[in-house]
């Protein structure tokens, strides 16, 4: 091997992400980079799916290239989607831009590629003998790129006539005029090539296995005006991409629920959407048609209803209605014209669930029933996505382990990029990244982007090798697979989870939420020096977020996908933000339920500022029964009895006991004292009045969650200094204990999730007003002098929550103290799970360590 052979870095292809891996190595690091690509130029999937209309799905201003002023300037889209060959041509333009051609080697496959851990140096075998070294390999072979096989299809070589690959379309014109034309799938692909050869082909019969979800596109050519305004403000147009769930921005948020509104309203919603076309329909409807089952049987009962409207043949119409499966759990396909193919009279659609081909003869296409006659076989049966592009490179990692023997039973790249035991290889665009419901072209650039900084930080450390560590990988690997466990994804059998590819092992390959979500963690780890990778041998300690509950990381992508406002708390309107953590509050509280025999009942009780509701839950038990008094939270701004109703009715369902819920007054209209003035004032009704609603005066115990934590705590100081009822315990969920901690937990989790240290500043600003309380124990309870005599404490912290550690370090001072505490830190959740249990499942965890703490209680003390 020559010393000229040895290069820093390898890329293998030359699509989105290879053209964009030259340049950022090349160019912006000023390494010597070698690139491969087996076509003859570049383009990647642009210049291998040539069939007639192909074409992308998400609109072209946003799939571009976002990083170059120049590269925008100088393009121009004609279409809103547009086609294949003018992406080719896009991507040939962009190629000569950034004079990346040169850096490649084209006709030339990949088939080797193997570590040294002697000289810690890669090197690379190609198809046509040549041999390369470099100390990193970009692999951009893509996921895509590496089509089924025909293995399925028997006899393939015995047909007459000519067979086409959707996947390898020849750059020549193929003359399917007055032909005889078979088309097996019906997937993205499947929908373009028919609709566009329906119209020139003699007879098309398309052979479907399982219908999809398809809605329109309404592609349309772009005025040259609006071309070269596109063109010119670019920034302007992808500022945000990133902010979004789908990595490009939609006009219009969608609605929070679809349950929430009426028939009509939704209907008008639905019909807007699908007259705008394109993303609008699966993006701008409701934020809730991916998660929540019966939100998504409505749309899918639309579109159907859809396909029956434009289908003429009743049994046509039928066959095309997907049934097996959600929408959204495939790739929902765009389409012009579609189910229309299917009232033209040459056209024939063939049911092969029913009837499964059995082989491809010498004269067409034989089922178990029927023969059909062809002259031409069209086969758009998609790919064996993710692994094979990589597997086909030939990677063997440390000690001769390939990668296909690895990753047999499924992936595991940390960050979607890096691989325990293979230093210095950057998956880009690999499995569980953000790709499938994302806009792959900023998807392209972010991972180019990760793995440009991970060379750049070894260069600056002068460190040589850094790969995953196997706990990061599998870490990252199970927060894949919880994400998509918690979606709708598996109910459909799709390459996402390999399950279109016989014999492929069933396992999670994609990234099933926001890149939002993805690049939070990416950043986490690189905050941490790079937490999770071994850098020249040596591990470091995988980062926190990872811990992060699956069904926290969905709700925090439904609520992005909903356009959850991001303005800081004080810049908001007070009313506007009450209203907003009431709808909230209300559509993620517990699921509604029957709770026969429970009473439940509005009471007004005597507070300083006036007389204020008290809600009682009393569950049909024989009485006297216990009585939790419960303050909402809020951060003593918003927050409402009301929006807690249907977890409040449970807790009293779940626990047998009476749960009484006050009103109180909030900041910043009430500061301090007010709210624990109100709380106090509850507690002593609650006292007075117990009899009268079958409580039991001995097993009074106090609780609440965030600021009501807070209030609680407080409330158990002053009946405690101020001779109020006595109490049998108190109840403190993720509570604030000082406004101005300085944890641990506060710095780790300073960004939230959901609660960040800039809204627990405003808030605590808020409920301090100008007053000159900051001393008072009944604001900061840990500043209490003492805490002896306080009753046996249960305090709920969540592992992800900035508060976690001020609830943890009081319960350690109140254990001090002689108080009897138990501290149950809820693993991966967030702040507020509680008052969200109906998005997150594990904060019944919760309710039963209540549970247990009231029956200690009742054991201990029955008094
Ligand atoms: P690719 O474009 O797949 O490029 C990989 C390249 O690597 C290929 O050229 C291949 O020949 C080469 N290669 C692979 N193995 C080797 C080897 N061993 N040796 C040498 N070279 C090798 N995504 C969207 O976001 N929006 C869309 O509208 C959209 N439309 C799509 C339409 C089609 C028909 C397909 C198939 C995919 C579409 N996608 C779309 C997904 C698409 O995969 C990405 O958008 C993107 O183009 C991928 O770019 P890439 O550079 O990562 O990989
Ligand atoms: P696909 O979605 O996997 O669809 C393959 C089709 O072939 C399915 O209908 C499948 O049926 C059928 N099929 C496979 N094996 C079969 C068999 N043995 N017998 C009968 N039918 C069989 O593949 P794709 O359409 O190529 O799309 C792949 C991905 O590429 C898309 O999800 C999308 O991300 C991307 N893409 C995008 C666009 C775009 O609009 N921009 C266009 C094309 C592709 P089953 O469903 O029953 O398995």
Request: aromatic share 10%.
């Amino acid at each position: 091997m020559t010393l000229s052979n040895n290069h820093d870095v390898i890329v293998i292809g030359a699509g989105f992400s290879g053209l964009y891996a030259v340049h950022k190595f090349r160019d912006d690091l000023g390494l010597s980079v070698q690139a491969f690509e087996a076509a003859d130029s570049v383009g990647g999937v642009w210049w291998w799916n040539r069939y007639p209309g192909a074409r992308c799905d998400a609109p072209s201003v946003f799939y571009s290239y976002s990083f170059s002023d120049e590269l925008a300037r100088g393009w121009q889209w004609s279409e809103a989607f547009a086609s294949q060959t003018e992406i080719l041509r896009y991507l040939d333009y962009v190629a000569d831009t950034l004079d990346v051609r040169k850096s490649f080697t084209f006709n030339t496959r990949v088939i080797s590629t193997i570590w040294d851990d002697d000289v810690e140096l890669w090197t690379v075998t190609t198809d046509t003998g040549e041999s390369h070294t470099a100390r990193f390999i970009a692999s951009a072979s893509g996921n895509l790129s590496i089509p089924k096989g025909a293995e399925e299809f028997p006899g393939m070589d015995d047909f007459a006539g000519d067979v086409y690959f959707t996947s390898n379309w020849p750059a020549a014109p193929v003359d399917l005029a007055g032909k005889r034309v078979g088309v097996i799938g019906t997937g993205s692909t499947g929908i373009q090539v028919i609709t566009e050869i329906s119209k020139t082909v003699g007879e098309l019969t398309v052979f479907q296995r399982t219908a999809n979800f398809a809605a329109p596109s309404r592609n349309e050519a772009v005025a040259p005006d609006r071309q070269r305004w596109l063109a010119d403000n670019h920034r302007l147009v992808r500022e945000g991409d990133r902010a979004t769930f789908f990595g490009l921005r939609i006009d219009e948020p969608p609605l929070p629920s679809s349950l929430a509104v009426s028939e009509q309203a939704r209907r008008e919603r639905y019909d807007k959407m699908y007259a705008k076309g394109g993303i609008n329909f699966l993006g701008s409807t409701f934020a809730d048609i991916l998660t929540d089952e019966a939100a998504n049987d409505l749309i899918s009962d639309y579109l159907r209803e859809k396909i029956r409207e434009r289908v003429t043949d009743p049994r046509a119409a039928e066959l095309l209605c997907p049934t097996d499966h959600p929408l959204g759990s495939k790739r929902i396909c765009m389409e012009d014209g579609y189910f229309e193919v299917y009232n033209r009279p040459n056209v024939e659609l063939v049911d092969v669930r029913s009837d499964p081909i059995v082989r491809i003869t010498e004269s067409g296409v034989q089922t178990a029933e029927n023969d059909y006659p062809l002259d031409v076989i069209i086969m758009a049966t998609g790919f064996d996505a993710f692994t094979a592009p990589l597997f086909g490179l030939g990677i063997e990692g440390r000690n001769g382990v390939k990668l296909s023997d690895q990753w047999k039973d499924g992936p595991e790249a940390f960050a979607g990029i890096a691989v325990n035991g293979f230093p210095n290889l950057f998956t880009l665009t690999g499995p569980t990244t953000p790709l499938a419901l994302y806009n792959n072209a900023v998807a392209a650039e972010d991972h180019v982007g990760l793995a440009a900084g991970i060379v750049r930080y070894l260069l600056e450390t002068g460190a040589s090798t850094i790969e995953a560590t196997s706990e990061a990988a599998g870490k990252w690997q199970g927060i894949a697979d919880g994400l998509l466990e918690s979606s709708l994804l598996p109910k459909a059998n799709s390459w996402y989870l390999g399950a279109n590819v016989p014999g492929k092992a069933r396992a999670t390959f994609v990234w099933v939420a926001s890149g939002v979500l993805f690049w939070t963690l990416v950043a986490d780890i690189v905050s941490h020096d790079y937490g999770g990778f071994a850098v020249d041998g040596n591990a470091r300690a995988v980062p926190p977020l990872l811990k992060l509950d699956s069904s926290c990381a969905r709700l925090l992508d439904a609520m992005l996908m909903a356009g959850a406002e991001q303005k800081p708390l004080r810049e908001r309107d007070v009313e506007e933000y009450r209203a907003e953590v009431a709808t909230l509050t209300s559509m993620l509280s517990a699921p509604p339920r029957d709770t026969p025999g429970m009473d439940v009942s509005d009471q007004m009780y005597p507070g300083p500022g006036g007389e204020q509701l008290i809600r009682l839950y009393i569950p049909q038990h024989e009485t006297p029964l216990p009585v939790l008094v419960f303050y909402f939270g809020g951060g003593f701004v918003a927050g409402s009895v009301e929006s807690m109703d249907s977890t409040l009715r449970a807790l009293a369902d779940d626990l047998g006991v009476i749960v009484a819920a006050p009103r109180y007054r909030l900041a910043p209209e009430h500061p301090f004292p007010a709210a624990t003035d109100d709380a106090f004032a509850a507690l002593l009704w609650v006292g007075e009045n117990i009899d009268e609603f079958g409580g039991d005066a001995t097993r009074i115990v106090v609780s609440g969650e965030s600021s009501g934590g807070n209030l609680a705590a407080a409330t158990a100081l002053r009946t405690r200094d101020e001779n109020g009822p006595d109490l049998a315990g108190q109840v403190l969920i993720m509570p604030v204990i000082d406004g101005e901690a300085k944890t641990r937990s506060r710095i780790e989790f300073a960004g939230g999730p959901i609660l960040t240290a800039d809204s627990i500043e405003t808030m605590w600003s808020y409920y301090l007003g100008d007053g000159d309380n900051r001393s008072s124990r009944y604001l900061v309870p840990s500043r209490s002098a003492s805490l002896e005599g306080l009753p046996p404490t249960l305090i709920v912290t969540g592992e992800c929550d900035p508060l976690r550690d001020e609830g943890e370090e009081y319960g350690a001072r109140l254990r001090s103290s002689g108080v009897s505490v138990t501290v149950r830190r809820l693993t991966g959740l967030v702040h507020g799970s509680f008052s969200l249990s109906g998005a997150i499942p594990r904060a019944q965890e919760a309710t039963e360590a209540i549970s247990l703490h009231l029956s200690a209680i009742t054991a201990r003390d029955p008094r």
